[in-house]
């Protein structure tokens, strides 16, 4: 999605990143709209796909299910909002439909309530409730909040909470990964010889009857 962008801003000579939203990459003004909407399909794709993923990994790291399943769909709902830029072009009314894109808002903070109290992730889930409240904060200012936006860095903001969200989703599936690889990795504990045949002969559950 961050290639797309870049690549289709930088085919659109005169684009001014700040004053203009980048849904303006595949409108009519652009004169390589279909770089940015098929980059932008493209990336609705994996994201769905990569939801499924996100919950299965919050899973097998001991993330409670349910709420692993809603971090998981918030993630995939932001692959819905690039799948919907893509397919209805700005103008288009639809194209507010990509707007669910802003799921990922709540990402970390489904991801940090289920792995809270998890000892291996207590820093994946500490660090992704900080992000999320973070992320609420650019979220208000992005929307106008104290009236630190303006008209010329609408743009800029609009980036802003994207790339972050996306790159917290990055350093998150990483973690992940990473305990993934591991857990994969730690050898099956040894077996003692003779354990077998001693397991198989076990003493009976009951005492021999009196000669």
Not at 65 to 93: C, E, K, Q, Y
Not at 103 to 115: G, K, V
Not at 196 to 207: K, L, S, V
Request: aromatic share 12%; charged share 15%; with cysteine.
């Amino acid at each position: 999605m961050v290639a797309d962008v870049l690549v289709a801003q930088h085919l659109f000579p005169g684009f001014d990143a700040g004053a203009q939203f980048i849904s303006e990459l595949g409108g009519p003004k652009a004169p390589n709209p279909q770089i940015f909407n098929i980059g932008m399909i493209l990336a609705g794709l994996a994201g769905v796909a990569a939801g499924s993923g996100f919950a299965h990994a919050l899973e097998h790291a001991g993330g409670r299910r349910r709420v692993s399943a809603f971090a998981g769909l918030w993630v995939a709902m932001t692959g819905l909002g690039a799948l919907f830029a893509g397919l209805f072009h700005w103008p288009d009314p639809m194209h507010r439909a990509c707007g669910v894109g802003l799921a990922i808002q709540f990402a970390p903070l489904f991801t940090a309530w289920a792995l809270w109290g998890k000892p291996a992730h207590r820093r994946l889930a500490r660090f992704s409730l900080g992000w999320f409240f973070f992320l609420l904060l650019v979220l208000a200012l992005l929307t106008g909040v104290w009236n630190v936006r303006t008209g010329s860095d609408v743009g800029f903001w609009q980036r802003g909470h994207a790339f972050l969200g996306l790159l917290w989703l990055a350093i998150a599936a990483f973690c992940l990964d990473r305990h993934w690889r591991a857990r994969d990795l730690i050898p099956p504990l040894p077996v003692a010889d003779g354990q077998i045949e001693a397991e198989t002969e076990a003493e009976p559950d009951y005492a021999p009857a009196a000669s």
